[in-house]
C-alpha cells in the first residue's frame, strides 16, 4: 500500500519491473494509474491478445477510471466482478458464474471452462443448455442468461489464472517498491547486470534521466568496474566501455587504491598495468572522458598518449629491476618526468560526441539531436524504443540522426540502402528498397537529421525494421518554424500556487516557442488557452524537466505545427 510505489508505476517508469517493462504496459499503467495490488493483478492478466484485441482492456480502463459506469446484469455478479469493476478477468471468475449462477459445483464449472479454452463444441452445446436452465432455477431471466453465457463463452479462451497473475504482480510491487525507495542503487544494479548490451543500456539510462538521476561520465578517479551510485547521481562503469576489459580495470582500481588519484596521465601509464591496457584501450578512455577528470582537454590527451605510454613503460622496467637515476640515492624517491601538454584546441562537440558514441553507444556529455528536441517531439509519435510494440506493416512516423549508411545492388541491379536512424531512445534500422531510393537517393546522406516515414517489419530474432517511403530533412518539414509548447493542467488536482510558479518559471526561459495551456477536469471539461499578449519560451531540456516536475511527466508536450 505504498503510495510512492504506485506513483510510479503510474509514471510508466517501468523498466526493470517484472512483467510491466514493455512499452504497451507502461502506456497502460499511465491511463490507469493504479494504487492497489489488485489493479496490478488485473492489469497482468488482461494485458495479452486475446483481452486486447476484444477491447477488453479498454473496458477495464474506462471503468477503473471513472469514463464509464460500472453496471451488474445480475446482483449475483456484483460479487464476483467488483473488484475487477464488472468485467470479467480470471479464470477463477468464470468457474464462480457457473457456481453461482447456475448452481454448477466447482469441479462442473471448471470442466466446462476448460471445454471452452479447447473449442470443444459438442461439450460446450450440451453444457449451454445445463446453464441455461440451471439458470431458470436460480430465477434469472432467460435473455440475461443467454448474454451471460455468450460473454463468458468468449472470454473462457483466453482468461488468466488469478493465482498466477498475483504472484506475478506481488513480485512486481516489491521490485518496483525498491526502485521507488532506493532508485540509484537499483538502477546501477540493473544497468550493471546488462553490460554488453548496448540496446538495454541505452533504455535503462533513459530511464535513469527521466527519473531525474544524472549519468556521470567514466571517470578512472571515480568510477568501478560497474555502474555506481554516487549520491543522488549514478557513476558509469569503467568496464561498459568498448575494447576495455575487467582485468584491465581491476589494475586500474588496485593503482588508484595505492596512490589515492591519478593526477596526470604519465602518472597513470606509470602505476598500470600496460599489457592489460594498451594503447587501444587507453584510446577508448580518453574517448569515453574517463580522463577528464585531470583536468585536461582530450585532444592533449591523445596527442601525448604514445609518449606518455612510452616514459610509463620505462619507469616500470625501472622498478623492476631497481635501478635508479644517475644522481639518486638508494632511499630516494625520483620525481616523474613531466610531459608538456601541446597548446592544441579541444575537439569540436561534433568530435566529443562522436567519440562518446563509438566506444560507449551513446552519448554522455550531450546528444547531437538536442538542439531539435522540440522538433522531433512535434513531428513524431514514435521513437526507436516503440517499434517492438508496433504491428507489422503500421505506419511510423521517426526522426533522427541517419548512421551507418550502405548502398547495394539488387540482384536486378538496382540500387537499395540500408540504415540507422538515431534518436534520443536508441536506434532503429531502416530499408529502403529500389523504388523509394531511387526518389530519396538526394537526402540519405550520413549524418543528416531526417524525418523518416515508412511501415514496421518485424522478423523472426531480430530488431524490427523500418521500410521507408519518406525521407524528409527536418528543417524542411519544419519550415523554420517553433513548435508550441502545450502545458496540460488538470484543474482538479493542480495546487492553488500553480499559475504563479509557471508565470515565474516561464518568465526564467524567454524564446521563440509559443506556449498554450490545455486545462481539463475528469471526464467532463477541455479547454485550450492561449496566453495573451503571446508568450514565448527557449523550450531547452533543463526548463522540459522543471515543468514536468511541477505539472506532471506526460503534461508537457508539443503541438504539430501547422
Excluded at 522531433?376 to 548512421?403: F, K, P, Y
Aim: proline content about 5%; hydrophobic content about 40%.
Amino acid at each position: 500500500d505504498d503510495a510512492a510505489t504506485y506513483e510510479l508505476l503510474g509514471k510508466g517508469l517501468t523498466a526493470g519491473i517484472f512483467q510491466f517493462e514493455s512499452r504497451g504496459m507502461t502506456d497502460i499503467l499511465r491511463r490507469v494509474k493504479p494504487d492497489r495490488l489488485a489493479d496490478l493483478t488485473a492489469l497482468n492478466a488482461l494485458y495479452r491478445p486475446g483481452p486486447i484485441q476484444g477491447g477488453m482492456i479498454d473496458d477495464f480502463i474506462a471503468r477503473r477510471t471513472g469514463k464509464k459506469r460500472v453496471t451488474y446484469d445480475l446482483p449475483q455478479l456484483q460479487e464476483i466482478l467488483e473488484e475487477t469493476y464488472g468485467v470479467i478477468v480470471y479464470q477463477e471468475q468464470v468457474i464462480q458464474i457457473f457456481n453461482k449462477v447456475a448452481g454448477f459445483t466447482l469441479g462442473e464449472a471448471d470442466v466446462v471452462r476448460r471445454a471452452m479454452g479447447k473449442k470443444k463444441h459438442e461439450e460446450m452445446v450440451a453444457n449451454r443448455e445445463k446453464f441455461l436452465a440451471g439458470a431458470q432455477r436460480h430465477d434469472v431471466p432467460a435473455a440475461k442468461a443467454r448474454k451471460l453465457w455468450e460473454l463468458v463463452e468468449q472470454f473462457a479462451g483466453y482468461g488468466f489464472n488469478k493465482s498466477h497473475s498475483a504472484a506475478y504482480a506481488i513480485v512486481a510491487y516489491r521490485t518496483a517498491y525498491l526502485k521507488t525507495h532506493y532508485p540509484v542503487e537499483f538502477m546501477a544494479a540493473l544497468l550493471s547486470s546488462e553490460i554488453g548490451n548496448q540496446d538495454k543500456l541505452t533504455m535503462y539510462l533513459n530511464e535513469c534521466r527521466d527519473m531525474g538521476i544524472a549519468i556521470l561520465p567514466p571517470d578512472v578517479n571515480s568510477s568501478d568496474l560497474t555502474f555506481t551510485p554516487s549520491g543522488k547521481d549514478m557513476r558509469f562503469g569503467l568496464t561498459a566501455i568498448k575494447n576495455v576489459g575487467a582485468s584491465a580495470i581491476e589494475s586500474v582500481v588496485a593503482a588508484r587504491k595505492e596512490l589515492g588519484r591519478f593526477e596526470s596521465l604519465l602518472q597513470y601509464c606509470e602505476h598500470v598495468d600496460l599489457r592489460l591496457l594498451n594503447k587501444r584501450v587507453l584510446e577508448s578512455l580518453i574517448k569515453a572522458g574517463a580522463f577528464d577528470s585531470l583536468g585536461r582537454r582530450r585532444s592533449q590527451l591523445m596527442a601525448i598518449l604514445d609518449k606518455a605510454m612510452e616514459l610509463g613503460q620505462k619507469r616500470q622496467r625501472e622498478a623492476q629491476s631497481g635501478q635508479h637515476g644517475l644522481f639518486m640515492g638508494s632511499g630516494e624517491a625520483e620525481a616523474a618526468p613531466a610531459l608538456d601538454l601541446p597548446d592544441i584546441p579541444e575537439w569540436s562537440e561534433a568530435e566529443r560526441l562522436a567519440g562518446e558514441k563509438e566506444v560507449l553507444g551513446f552519448y554522455v556529455t550531450g546528444h547531437p539531436l538536442e538542439k531539435y528536441r522540440a522538433q522531433l517531439a512535434a513531428l513524431t509519435r514514435h521513437d526507436s524504443s516503440s517499434l517492438e510494440e508496433l504491428a507489422t506493416d503500421a505506419t511510423v512516423t521517426l526522426a533522427g540522426i541517419l548512421t551507418g549508411l550502405r548502398v547495394r545492388p539488387s540482384k536486378k541491379g538496382d540500387l537499395w540502402a540500408a540504415a540507422a536512424l538515431e534518436d534520443h531512445r536508441g536506434s532503429s534500422d531502416l530499408l529502403v528498397f529500389p523504388q523509394a531510393y531511387q526518389q530519396l537517393q538526394g537526402v540519405l546522406k550520413s549524418d543528416a537529421v531526417l524525418l523518416i516515414k515508412g511501415r514496421v517489419r518485424h522478423e523472426e530474432n531480430q530488431k524490427p525494421k523500418v521500410v521507408v517511403s519518406e525521407a524528409i530533412p527536418l528543417e524542411k518539414a519544419m519550415n523554420g518554424r517553433k513548435p508550441p509548447l502545450r502545458i496540460r493542467i488538470d484543474l482538479g488536482e493542480a495546487p492553488e500556487t500553480l499559475a504563479e510558479e509557471l508565470a515565474g518559471l516561464l518568465a526564467a526561459y524567454p524564446g521563440e516557442n509559443p506556449v498554450v495551456f490545455e486545462l481539463v477536469r475528469l471526464g467532463n471539461f477541455r479547454a485550450r488557452l492561449e496566453p495573451r499578449p503571446p508568450r514565448g519560451v527557449k523550450a531547452e531540456e533543463e526548463l522540459l524537466g522543471r515543468l514536468r516536475a511541477l505539472c506532471g511527466a506526460d503534461a508537457v508536450t508539443f503541438d504539430r505545427p501547422n
